[in-house]
Protein backbone atom coordinates (compact mmCIF):
# COMPACT_ATOMS: atom_id res chain seq x y z
CA UNK A 1 0.00 0.00 0.00
CA UNK A 2 1.42 3.43 -0.47
CA UNK A 3 0.53 4.80 2.74
CA UNK A 4 2.36 1.90 4.39
CA UNK A 5 4.71 3.25 6.79
CA UNK A 6 8.49 3.16 5.10
CA UNK A 7 11.62 3.23 6.97
CA UNK A 8 13.99 6.44 6.98
CA UNK A 9 16.78 5.42 9.09
CA UNK A 10 18.23 1.93 9.74
CA UNK A 11 20.88 2.12 12.58
CA UNK A 12 22.92 -0.88 13.63
CA UNK A 13 24.25 -0.40 17.24
CA UNK A 14 26.81 -2.94 17.69
CA UNK A 15 27.72 -2.03 21.35
CA UNK A 16 23.98 -3.08 22.49
CA UNK A 17 23.41 -5.71 19.70
CA UNK A 18 20.68 -4.01 18.57
CA UNK A 19 19.08 -3.04 14.91
CA UNK A 20 17.11 0.07 15.31
CA UNK A 21 14.53 1.14 12.23
CA UNK A 22 13.14 4.82 12.11
CA UNK A 23 10.04 4.79 10.40
CA UNK A 24 8.75 7.56 7.99
CA UNK A 25 5.39 7.93 10.46
CA UNK A 26 7.72 8.56 13.38
CA UNK A 27 7.67 5.27 14.99
CA UNK A 28 10.92 3.58 16.25
CA UNK A 29 11.60 0.18 16.58
CA UNK A 30 14.63 -1.31 18.31
CA UNK A 31 15.62 -5.27 18.06
CA UNK A 32 18.07 -7.42 19.72
CA UNK A 33 20.41 -8.89 16.73
CA UNK A 34 19.58 -12.45 18.17
CA UNK A 35 15.67 -11.70 18.35
CA UNK A 36 15.82 -10.95 14.73
CA UNK A 37 18.29 -14.22 14.13
CA UNK A 38 15.61 -16.57 16.03
CA UNK A 39 13.21 -14.78 13.49
CA UNK A 40 14.68 -15.54 10.26
CA UNK A 41 11.93 -16.69 7.92
CA UNK A 42 14.36 -18.33 5.21
CA UNK A 43 13.60 -21.36 3.95
CA UNK A 44 16.24 -23.59 5.94
CA UNK A 45 14.72 -21.91 8.97
CA UNK A 46 10.79 -22.57 9.04
CA UNK A 47 12.00 -26.22 8.23
CA UNK A 48 13.79 -26.77 11.43
CA UNK A 49 10.65 -24.67 13.00
CA UNK A 50 8.22 -27.17 11.00
CA UNK A 51 10.68 -30.05 13.03
CA UNK A 52 10.59 -28.18 16.08
CA UNK A 53 14.00 -28.22 15.73
CA UNK A 54 16.44 -25.71 17.79
CA UNK A 55 18.27 -23.29 16.21
CA UNK A 56 21.27 -22.40 18.04
CA UNK A 57 21.07 -18.85 18.54
CA UNK A 58 23.97 -17.10 21.06
CA UNK A 59 22.29 -13.93 23.09
CA UNK A 60 25.41 -12.24 21.82
CA UNK A 61 24.98 -12.84 17.99
CA UNK A 62 25.88 -9.46 15.82
CA UNK A 63 24.32 -8.50 12.63
CA UNK A 64 27.49 -8.46 10.14
CA UNK A 65 25.96 -6.83 7.63
CA UNK A 66 22.91 -5.30 6.17
CA UNK A 67 21.88 -5.38 2.67
CA UNK A 68 19.45 -3.62 0.87
CA UNK A 69 16.61 -5.80 -1.52
CA UNK A 70 15.10 -3.87 -3.78
CA UNK A 71 12.86 -1.28 -2.26
CA UNK A 72 10.87 -3.65 0.48
CA UNK A 73 13.16 -5.60 2.12
CA UNK A 74 16.83 -6.15 3.51
CA UNK A 75 18.84 -8.98 4.06
CA UNK A 76 20.70 -9.94 7.52
CA UNK A 77 24.09 -11.61 7.36
CA UNK A 78 25.18 -12.76 11.06
CA UNK A 79 28.53 -13.35 12.67
CA UNK A 80 27.27 -17.35 13.35
CA UNK A 81 27.07 -17.47 9.13
CA UNK A 82 23.60 -17.26 8.42
CA UNK A 83 23.01 -15.09 5.57
CA UNK A 84 19.58 -16.17 4.07
CA UNK A 85 17.31 -13.98 5.80
CA UNK A 86 15.00 -11.51 3.25
CA UNK A 87 13.28 -9.13 6.07
CA UNK A 88 10.23 -7.25 4.03
CA UNK A 89 9.14 -3.86 5.57
CA UNK A 90 5.92 -5.40 7.17
CA UNK A 91 7.69 -7.97 8.93
CA UNK A 92 9.91 -6.20 10.73
CA UNK A 93 6.87 -3.62 11.47
CA UNK A 94 5.10 -5.99 12.90
CA UNK A 95 7.97 -7.59 14.87
CA UNK A 96 8.31 -4.22 16.02
CA UNK A 97 5.15 -4.00 16.83
CA UNK A 98 5.42 -7.01 18.94
CA UNK A 99 2.27 -8.88 16.91
Same mark, same amino acid.
Given at each position: ?28 ? /? ?5 ? /???? +? ?8 ? +? ?7 ? #???? +? ?13 ? #? #? ?11 ? /???? +???
Amino acid at each position: MQNDPTPIEIRQLQASGELEISWSDGFVS /RFKDAAL /RRAC +RCTTCRQASA +RQDVIPCPQ #DIRI +RSIVPIGSYAIQLCF #D #DGHDRGIFPWDYL /RQLG +RGA
